[in-house]
Each structure stands twice: as structure tokens, then as C-alpha cells.
């Protein structure tokens, strides 16, 4: 625990203490520190201890006890007296008690219409942390809305609590309040560790990379190689960047994290990858026995940027228990390969495979065309997976039966057969031409007169 944390408890509950040892009806915990959510937190759980513990009755008429008070129908009716202390009012919007959140919420919401932004300034850092409960949820999502108002938001982003900070300056990023150039100069044009931590924090990659880059006016250079590993290519590059800058290799720090079995993560090997030098295929090659399903997916991609990858090796990792490598190793045979065998690739389509197994190689067959990749898109109608069902779906609705037929690529029979198998996926006025059209080429029609079901 912070030792701010720890004063702020302590305060609450010296507080409740001096309320419940010397109070009388009508008394107000003035000591309480303006603002401190902790206090406030600690401060209720305090009068409710003390007041369970002691057996005492005579400050249940305080309207501030009564708000923490252990019976739920006390702590309702004091919600309803005229001007309850507001921060014990947040707190009764997660209670426990449906009643008594109900009556809190109904009291709250009418404070905020009135007075929204004095109630956010006042509220926001112990909204945040009510929000971790379990009855939470309610309370901090009216912060979003409450703080549409620029200058409130920066008012809040100056606030003593850091949270509160961080939450605001959440809120201006996703508003799209300040250009990325804007908030880079910004952390740029001074020591501002603020400002650069903010934008370091940044969900979108761009203001990280601003935030990588103000390192070095910020007189924080050392500390741009925490982000050689971001999972955004565009920090990585710019974390390099700025090592160079500082006089270290970024090449020679990536060797060593991905050679480490300790230190090596999926995007310390893409970030090698991007500045990987040819004789490196080796150690890409060594990474594809990691145990890590990510990091192999990384080493297929470093091996395809360094032009290192071959159809031989792909093709035995088409078959990696992880989708991740699967689906690079995808790309990689789209990329590189010439038309791979269709029956090797529709034994991968088959129900007994694994989804990213059987997706991985659909993607091909659909790639190369041909009959095959009908067959296979009929085979994977009954997939689990509601995107690969689609992606089948699709192809075979969007199928040209016909221009199968004068190309040769499978014969009416055939045809027929895979058109009986989906379809479902047709109405009656679609299907009946199809049949029509491979009919006059010897196909018979199905006896069914209703569509097939799944």
C-alpha cells in the first residue's frame, strides 16, 4: 500500500472516530480532507464498523451516520433527507442493498443534472475508484458523458489525483481534442514527465511514437528501449531511432532478447525481424521450435521479410497447433508458392482438422481456384465457426456453376452432387435455374422438392 493510501485511510477513520465519539445530531465531518476519495472510502466503512461494534443509538438521527449506518433501511432514509453529503451519496450508489442503490442513483443523477461540472470536479476521483466494485459499473459510466466540455477536461488533467489525471487525458485522446504534432510539442518543450507519460500511455499508436520521440527532449533517451519491444511497428521504429540517437545498437539489444528463452516475446522477434540482417535466417529458423505459439507466428514473419522462407518449410507449418502460425504461414504460401497440391490441401479442409488448420488452407484453395476450392467451401458448410461458415457460404453463393461446366473442371454429376449439398443456402427461385442449367448437360434433379437442412 502507497504511504499516500495509507494516510488517506488513516484520515477517514480518524475522522469517523471523532464523529461517533464527540458528534451529536447535525454534525458534519469537517476534518475529512476536501476531495480525498480514499478518505471518503475509508471514512464509511469506519462509522459503519464503529457503529456496529459499539452497539451505540444515539447519532443514528446524524444524517451523515445514518449514511453509512449497518441497516439498509437507514442508510434509504437518509438518502432522502434534504442535501445528503454527496460523496456518501456516490458511495450508496454501489451498495449492496437494491433499494438503497436505487435511492442513491435517483439523488446523484438529479445533483448532476444541476450542476454538472461541479459535481464531476468534486466526485470524478471517487467515481473512478467506485467503479472497481461490483456495483461500480453505473457510476463512472456517467464520467464519459458529464465531461464532453474541453476546459473541464483540462481542468481534470491537472487534478492532484492521478487517476483523475489519466482519465481525463484518456477522454481528450479519444475526443481527438489535440492534434498528435500538438501533444508531441507539448511533451517536447520541456521537462513536462507529465506529458510524455501520457503520451507513452496512449492507446493509439502514433501518440505512443510522439511519446517515444519526446524522450529525448525530455532528457529521457535511456528509457527508449523498453519499446524496442511495442506491439506497434510504428514505436518500434521509432524506439530505435532514438537508441541510435543515444549512442546504442538496437540490433545488438535484439539479439540478445530473442537468443534469451527468458526475455523473448512475440514482438521482440518482430521487432528484430524489421531490422534483421540475411545471415539472421538461422536464428528465425531456431525460433520456430519456441513453445510459443506467437513467437513462432513472429519467426515466420521475420523469415518472410528477410525473403528466407521456402514452400517446403511453410508447408510443415501449415499443420502448427497455433492459429497464429498457421494463419503466417498462410500468407507466406500465397505469397511465395507456386499452386500447391489441391488434394494435400483439401485433406486440411476435412471436419477432423482443426478450425485454424481447416481456415489456413481454405484461404489457399480459394486463392488458387478451381473446383477444389468449391468442394472445399461445400465441406466447411457445417463449421462451427460462424466466420468460416460465412467466408464458405459466400463462395459457394457467389459460385459460377456454369462457367465450371465449360471450363471442364468437374462434370455434371459432380456438379449436382455439390449443389445438393448447399442447397439450403438458396431459395427456390435461385435453385431451380441452377438445376435447369446442369439438367441439360446430364445432371438429374434431386427428388427433394423442400431445401435440405443442415
Known sequence: MSARRERALRAGWASAERLMDG????????????????????????????RRYRYETSYIGDDVVALCHPDGYVREGALRAPDPVLE?????????????????????????????????????????????????????????????????????????????????????????????????????????????DLLLGAHIPMVRACGVTALRGAGRAAEAGAYLTDRSGLVRACARWLVRQDGGDPYARYRELVTDPAQVTPYAVSGFAECARR?????????????????????????????????????????????AVAREVSRGLRATAGPLPADWLMARVAPERPTHTRRAAFHLLRGQ???????????????????????????????????????GWADPADLGALLERS?????????????????????????RAARPTR
Open 369 to 407: 481456384g478451381g473446383i477444389a476450392s468449391l468442394r472445399a467451401a461445400v465441406t466447411l458448410l457445417d463449421v462451427r465457426d460462424p466466420g468460416l461458415r460465412e467466408l464458405a457460404e459466400g463462395t459457394v453463393r457467389e459460385w459460377n456453376w456454369q462457367g465450371s461446366l465449360q471450363a
Open 423 to 447: 442447397a439450403h443456402l438458396f431459395d427456390i427461385h435461385q435453385l431451380a435455374p441452377l438445376f435447369d442449367r446442369l439438367e441439360r448437360t446430364g445432371t438429374a434433379r434431386p427428388d
Open 88 to 196: 456518501l451519496v456516490a458511495i450508496r450508489c454501489t451498495d449492496w442493498v437494491p433499494a438503497v442503490r436505487e435511492q442513491a442513483r435517483r439523488v446523484l443523477r438529479a445533483v448532476l443534472d444541476a450542476d454538472p461540472a461541479g459535481t464531476v470536479r468534486r466526485l470524478t476521483p471517487l467515481l473512478l475508484r467506485l467503479g472497481r466494485r461490483e456495483h461500480g459499473a453505473w457510476a463512472a459510466a456517467l464520467l464519459p458523458a458529464a465531461l464532453r466540455g474541453a476546459s473541464l477536461r483540462a481542468e481534470l488533467r491537472e487534478s492532484a489525483d492521478l487517476p483523475t489525471r489519466r482519465f481525463a487525458a484518456r477522454l481528450s485522446l479519444e475526443s481527438g481534442e489535440f492534434g498528435v504534432r500538438e501533444l508531441a510539442r507539448l511533451a517536447a518543450d520541456g521537462p513536462d514527465d507529465r506529458a510524455v
Open 23 to 50: 458528534g451529536h445530531p447535525g454534525h458534519t465531518p469537517v476534518p475529512l480532507p476536501e476531495g480525498v476519495a480514499d478518505t471518503w472510502i475509508a471514512f464509511d466503512q469506519a462509522v459503519r464498523d464503529i
Open 279 to 323: 545471415e539472421d535466417g538461422p536464428l528465425f529458423r531456431a525460433l520456430l521450435e519456441h513453445p510459443g505459439g506467437l513467437v513462432r507466428a513472429a519467426a515466420v514473419a521475420g523469415l518472410r521479410l528477410l525473403d528466407a522462407d521456402d514452400e517446403r518449410l511453410l508447408r510443415s507449418l501449415l499443420d502448427d497447433p497455433s492459429p
